[in-house]
């Protein structure tokens, strides 16, 4: 791959690079660092990648594992005004009930979920960059999903009506015949 291809490539992935790293991270800060990582190291490592038709799948797994190291290095420790931070400047965001939601997932689901439908990689593809069976994606996948239609309707329903729908019942009396 020559110089301007490589330049090329990465214009095309950037934005995918930060959500990726976004998603594994959570900090601005941290995330513009892996990304510049992740380039730097994809650059001195170019002559290992055998295809360039597999650069987004090579560079995001670049990506990942240098995410893995700066939580390693920071021991997954998030200053509480960060996090603050972070959660008041998607406040103005219309999905910002289904941002919160997908960050409150484990963070394999999180990474599934960013991958596959916010960056639009196939699973095979997911199964390449994770290395693990596209069946495990399948599963992960459907149980990200469930998580997330739980959280998100729970959100959604007033306080009461996420109570036991029996006890629910026997408050408003519903379900029984008038005198």
Not at 45 to 67: A, G, Q, S, V, Y
Not at 137 to 145: G, P, T
């Amino acid at each position: 791959m020559t110089k301007d291809a490589f330049i090329r490539e990465v214009r095309d992935a950037e934005a995918m690079l930060y959500h990726v790293s976004k998603s594994i991270l959570k900090n601005d800060s941290d995330c513009g660092d892996a990304v510049q990582e992740t380039l730097l190291k994809a650059y001195e490592k170019l002559p290992t990648l055998k295809r360039e038709k597999f650069f987004r799948t090579w560079i995001t797994r670049i990506l990942i594992n240098e995410c893995k190291g700066i939580l390693r290095r920071r021991k997954n420790v998030i200053p509480y005004e960060d996090y603050m931070d972070n959660a008041r400047m998607f406040e103005e965001n219309r999905y910002d009930h289904l941002y919160m939601a997908i960050m409150e997932l484990p963070e394999d689901l999180r990474i599934l979920v960013t991958l596959y439908y916010i960056e639009g990689f196939s699973q095979k593809e997911i199964s390449e960059i994770l290395e693990i069976p596209t069946g495990t994606i399948k599963s992960k996948l459907s149980r990200a999903r469930d998580s997330l239609k739980e959280q998100l309707s729970n959100e959604e329903k007033p306080p009461t009506a996420r109570k036991n729908s029996k006890m629910s019942d026997k408050v408003t009396g519903k379900g029984k015949m008038p005198c």
